[in-house]
């Protein structure tokens, strides 16, 4: 009898996956979405339900079992069906890059940890320069509230429960998408992880922020220090990619099934 194991073999050997407009779609209400914010709510609307629209079409083709399209053959071509891939723990003989990847779990606690990093030199500039730790942090609530932009400072430096609770929320949902990028990055610099931390991330932040600035926080823009900012991305970038790197890796998952990847139990092949 033929064992799951004997019947594997090499993914898209025999169909591709089926075309959808489920990604397009899902990256227009992305783009809709934060459009929004230096436009009209009505972007952000219709972004989400793009988004929602695009993610369920997306997912329905992928989830619980792939949907793929047989490839044919054409002009007298026949076609060959690659061997059956080596076990896990045998070395394989194409390499997928990267072979390994930092748990995404590691990229949640060092973005976390990073942004902590990150928020005390925020606070170090706000309490240096201008005498408020509550600067910086309310600043930041400046991206979704544009009307922050003509504010004076004293407003900008009191406390305000509700600004907080908003650039706490906006902080740690960067942090943590960050930190995930981080677990894909590290990997790819084997010799020198804490180079892509240090140095390659902030300048590409840094850079990103400077040109987009006056439309994301335009309040930002208007009082930020970019010796501090600069520094505070190499906090960030110097304590997310030491927690990270500290974790041992994992193999990835590329040539596995989707099946294979979130678990879902297979009948076995009949003989």
Known sequence: MATPDDARETPYARAIPRPTAGPLVAAFGVAML????VTNVGASVVGAVALVFGGVIWFREVMPDEAVEPIEATGGQTVVTPPPLPARDAPSRRLLLPVEIHPYRAGLVGGLAGGAAMAVVAAAWGLVEHGSVWLPINLLAGAVNPGMAAMGEPELAAFDGGWIAIAVGIHAAL????GL???????MMPRRPMLFGVVVAPVILSSLSWSTMGIVNPAMEEFISWPWFVGSQIAFGAVCGAVISRVEKVPTMAALSTSERLGIEQSEVGS
């Open 181 to 187: 990028l981080f677990t894909v990055a590290l990997p």
């Open 175 to 178: 942090s943590i998408m960050t």
């Open 34 to 37: 934060f459009a929004g914010i």
